[in-house]
């Protein structure tokens, strides 16, 4: 089966908000090129939390960016297809491209904290948006973000103060509020809480997904916490050296992972209840980019590798219904992984 | 609690720090209150609570980068404020040793990791002649698993990846033996694979007989790691004792609060946070009465805006500071 017809059987049709069919990103640099997304396909459905999870360098926020289309020289988009509501993004000429930013997709960026101008009230940052994607009246601006205020629980009297008057949730939440303000289809979320507190992170997460609820949009939600990302998200991809390597219901990538790196994540977080015992997480060290070996990207690190991992290079393939794997340990069937025996991993 | 004499024993610890002070006014914030614990020979202490609750302050003042306001700071029964000459000031420094956060920044970019390593080393009268530098160096670069050691240490930081500089900072501490390491946050911008790596090498120096400061926000990795824990919130050590005594059985509305709000596979995002609600942090100055959680506590009663509740024992070494308790 097909990359392309597995994952669109994930969904009806209809119900697909984004479609990234075999995107590929590289990077220009002096020594080369390098692919830093490679082949990477999935859906998010109507008012799904799908997440990608994966190391730093793994390729994550680059595959965010180009959902927006955000990269500039040296980063250039390959191939492969972003179909949003039918509409093939990477086709879209500027004018087009000013329509889908912010009103069809918008964007919480990793330093969200950061990402307010500091030197403008926040009144002037909100009808900057507004007037520059509508049509409304500055008093109609000033009208709506008090209602966007409200939306994330902060006093619309406050919208004359600055970024540095208020805590770092809050100004998270702004941030969220801002990514609101003209009724995005899909937010994309590159690590919108992973500078704040875990109580504050709860507490905006909750206001999120109580948004979600509310207005009905999808999120693209990256992370690295996987415990947080299980707890949050519908449906996961891990991404390994700008691969997918795995993508699977969000309550089946701990209990039951499908490819060896994702056992590996799960165990590089340590327990909060039951025995202590000396974890290793995953051996080694992430893949150079600039040295792709034939095969698994996977394979140095890989406690279960085979001859076959060195030689063939394994498709992401539907190994269940609803989930899919990229690795060939599945080949004549889908296997236990957590079960298998681990061989020693050299280096 | 261990039966042998602490290392380093900390007790009503007191710091102020000057806020909005000009000629004509003076106003200090507390960055700590009352903050008593010790440090013991082969354990480690974790340090958890959100960013500006005095985790850091406390280890940068035991590290003597800050002075103290009130309070008193023992190291093996003596003051450390007695050690202020060069000669003493010296020792104590060799002993007292701190990891950070940005293994990037602790590093100097424009010297080798060669030199990193021989700074200490000679300055603290490790090697006694220089021929004997690069042999050292590569033990200790072994020692924190930077193999090949001589391929390494002539490297600069900018070659090495986060969680590799990180090791080479604990190798500075390797370097001049020290009894004492406060690491403040030394895995919070490290990579999650790589994390567990620098993790099990800080349990090695531990089962070495180092005794460890831990401060971090990460819960699951200070119950990794650490025998002891203590919960910071704004400047006061609301409760402390055995980890998993702490963890499984919180007794202060704020550790109940974290408890339910750490990131948890087995949990849903829907589920409620217990022990206290949103709230503004307080900002807690010289004058503040009562206990700082009172704001946000779901069980406030009259007597948390009056008075800060003293510790109480509940179950053999689980202190909890909370009427709820009395």
């Known amino acids: 089966m097909s990359v392309n017809q597995a994952n669109a059987s994930v969904h009806d049709k209809t119900d697909i908000q984004l479609s990234v069919r075999n995107l590929c990103v590289d990077y220009i640099t002096s020594n080369g090129d390098v692919r830093a997304v490679s082949n990477v396909s999935f859906d998010i459905g109507r008012g799904e939390v799908f997440g990608l999870a994966g190391e730093s360098g793994c390729g994550k926020s680059t595959v965010a960016f180009s959902v927006c289309r955000l990269h500039k020289p040296p980063a250039f988009i390959s191939g492969g297809e972003i179909i949003f509501n039918g509409r093939d993004i990477l086709k879209f000429d500027d004018e087009q491209l000013r329509e889908y930013r912010w009103k069809e997709s918008a964007m919480v960026f990793q330093s969200a904290m950061n990402s307010l101008n500091p030197v403008l009230t926040l009144e002037e940052q909100f009808c900057d948006v507004l007037l520059a994607h509508t049509n409304m009246t500055r008093q109609e601006c000033i009208k709506r973000a008090g209602q966007l205020l409200e939306v994330v629980d902060i006093h619309p009297s406050r919208l004359s103060d600055y970024p540095h008057q208020f805590s770092g949730g809050m100004r998270q939440r702004l941030v969220i509020a801002i990514a609101l303000a003209l009724n995005a289809k899909l937010i994309i979320m590159d690590e919108p809480t992973t500078a704040l507190d875990v109580v504050v992170q709860r507490e905006i997460l909750q206001k999120i997904y109580q948004l979600k609820e509310e207005f009905g949009f999808s999120i693209l939600f990256i992370t690295h916490d996987i415990s947080l990302m299980v707890e949050f998200c519908d449906r996961i991809g891990i991404m390994y050296a700008g691969e997918l390597a795995e993508v699977a219901p969000a309550k089946n990538i701990l209990t039951k992972p499908n490819h060896p790196y994702t056992e590996g994540l799960g165990n590089a977080f340590p327990p909060l209840h039951g025995e202590k015992k000396r974890l290793v997480g995953i051996p080694g060290t992430p893949l150079n980019l600039f040295e792709v070996p034939v095969g698994c990207r996977f394979q140095a690190r890989c406690p279960y590798v085979k001859d076959i991992c060195r030689k063939e290079y394994c498709k992401l393939t539907e190994v269940a219904p609803g989930e899919f794997s990229a690795c060939h340990l599945h080949k004549d069937g889908i296997v236990d992984i957590i079960a298998l025996e681990k061989q020693p991993v050299q280096g | ?326």
């Not at chain 2, 102020?16 to 354990?43: Q, T």
């Not at chain 2, 850091?56 to 590290?63: D, G, N």
């Not at chain 2, 698993?145 to 900072?169: D, I, M, Y």
């Open chain 2, 1 to 326: 609690m261990s039966n042998n004499n602490p290392i380093i024993e900390v007790k009503n610890l007191v710091k102020d720090f000057p806020i909005n002070a000009n000629a004509l006014k003076k106003s200090h914030m507390r960055a700590l209150n009352d903050v008593s614990f010790n440090l013991y020979k082969g354990r480690a202490l974790a340090i958890v609570g959100e960013s500006g609750s005095g985790k850091s302050t406390s280890a940068k003042i035991i590290a003597k980068m800050y002075s103290r306001t009130a309070g008193m700071v023992k190291y093996h029964g003596r003051d450390i404020d007695e050690f202020n000459h060069k000669q003493s000031l010296m020792e104590y420094r060799e002993s007292v040793q701190m990891i950070f956060q940005d293994p990037f920044g602790s590093l100097n970019p424009t010297h080798t990791i060669f030199h990193h390593l021989a700074r200490p080393l000679l300055l603290h009268k490790k090697v006694t002649s220089k021929a004997d530098l690069p042999g050292r160096i590569y033990e200790l670069l072994e020692r924190v698993g930077l193999t090949p050691a001589k391929e390494t240490a002539e490297k600069f930081p900018h070659q090495l990846s986060g969680g590799q500089r990180q090791r080479v900072n604990i190798a500075r501490n390797l370097a001049v033996e020290a009894e004492i390491i406060l690491a403040d946050e030394p895995t919070s911008m490290l990579d999650v694979s790589i994390r567990l790596g620098v993790l099990n090498l800080m349990e090695d120096m531990k089962n070495d007989g180092i005794s460890m400061m831990y401060i971090t926000h990460d819960i699951a990795t200070a119950r990794y790691l650490a025998e002891d824990i203590g919960v910071m919130y704004v400047g006061h050590l609301v409760e402390w004792g055995e980890v998993d005594e702490v963890l499984q059985k919180p007794a202060h509305p704020y550790t109940q609060l974290l408890m339910s709000a750490v990131p948890n596979p087995e949990k849903s995002i829907h589920d409620n946070l217990e022990g206290g609600r949103k709230g503004e942090i307080p900002l807690w100055t010289p004058e503040s009465v009562g206990c700082p959680f009172s704001g946000r506590c779901l069980q406030v009663m009259d007597k948390c805006n009056q008075a800060l509740p003293e510790p109480k024992e509940i179950a053999p070494n689980h202190f909890v500071r909370c009427f709820l308790h009395e």
